[in-house]
């Protein structure tokens, strides 16, 4: 029972990092009706940028402290974001208003490219950390309920944890602001928002500076866990099955995918695995997602596609 437990906490932890590079393409399909394969490049891109500014800061500054050099570099990287956020929407998104999908989609392919490009250009493209501080050597719990107890890793709660509040201050930011539901307005209808005042431009720049925090937030744990390099990209493709499985169009949906997904990786490859040859953690998100498309194409939470063209 204890393994058990370890093994399904560990595919909670993970179902919600998975959640939180979600959310990032949900925000934009939101707010545009596009699905922004610029996400994964926008994670490395914001985490390059925190990396470097961590490091550079005490050169700059003269001060030698990991907190004010973690604290002013995500300032920073989120200045950062926020500018990338800005140019996008007036080089790119103003020049592409009420255009179909496939050449918004093709416009972020653009982006991607570019930020990747860029990212390298600006910060090198050596493998860099990200050390803000947090725990890296597992604790055992419920030591007293199981023999030996049940082992977790704390930086994976603290990641979880950060995850989770992030999630939920954005359901409330969409669901009970005005600018959350003039979001949801343009999603709909680029040109019924339009025709009622909504200003399309300072929306989108809005969306896509909450998704630039939202890939700082992702980069930064990411980053920690696993360093900053240019695989980092990959994340987002780890995403993708969370978003057809909650839905292109549902805050909610990313979360519950994620759980799903990470729940559900976790225990098919450690008790289906040995039948099999293992493995099945590479392909088990997908497999399930293409499920999903074929029968509810839209998701657990998504509204139909076809219904919003």
């Not at 493209?125 to 604790?139: A, L, N, Q, R, W």
């Not at 998100?285 to 939470?301: D, E, I, N, S």
């Amino acid at each position: 029972m204890a393994f058990f437990l370890e093994t399904f906490i560990g595919g909670l932890m993970a179902g919600m990092l998975y959640a939180l590079v979600a959310l990032g393409f949900v925000l934009i399909f939101k707010a545009s009706g596009v699905f922004n394969f610029a996400q994964g490049a926008m994670v490395l891109f914001a985490a390059l940028a925190m990396a470097r500014f961590a490091d550079w800061m005490p050169q700059w500054t003269g001060i030698d402290n990991k907190i004010f050099a973690n604290v002013a570099a995500f300032v920073l990287a989120a200045a950062i974001m926020f500018a990338v956020a800005w140019a996008i929407e007036r080089l790119v998104l103003r020049h592409l208003v009420n255009q179909d999908a496939a050449t918004l989609l093709m416009a972020t392919l653009g982006i991607t490219y570019f930020l990747e490009g860029l990212g390298q250009t600006l910060f090198g493209s050596e493998i860099y950390t990200i050390d803000v501080g947090m725990p890296k050597d597992p604790v055992f719990v419920l030591e007293s309920a199981f023999q030996g107890g049940v082992m977790i890793n704390p930086e994976d709660v603290i990641a979880a944890l950060i995850a989770a509040a992030l999630v939920a201050a954005l359901s409330v930011f969409f669901q009970k602001t005005g600018t959350g539901r003039a979001l949801r307005a343009v999603a709909d209808d680029h040109q019924a928002a339009q025709s009622i005042g909504i200003p399309l431009a300072r929306i989108w720049v809005i969306v896509w500076c909450v998704a630039g925090i939202v890939a700082l937030v992702a980069g930064m744990i990411w980053g920690s866990k696993l360093g900053v390099q240019f695989t980092l990209t990959t994340v987002a493709l780890r995403a993708l099955p969370v978003v057809i499985l909650g839905g292109l169009t549902s805050v909610p949906g990313a979360i519950i995918g994620g759980l799903i997904i990470g729940v559900g990786e976790k225990l098919s490859e450690v008790y289906l695995g040995p039948f099999v040859g293992g493995g099945i953690e590479i392909w088990f998100a997908y497999v399930l997602a293409l499920v999903f498309l074929l029968f509810r194409p839209q998701g657990l939470f998504g509204e139909k596609i076809i219904d919003r063209v």
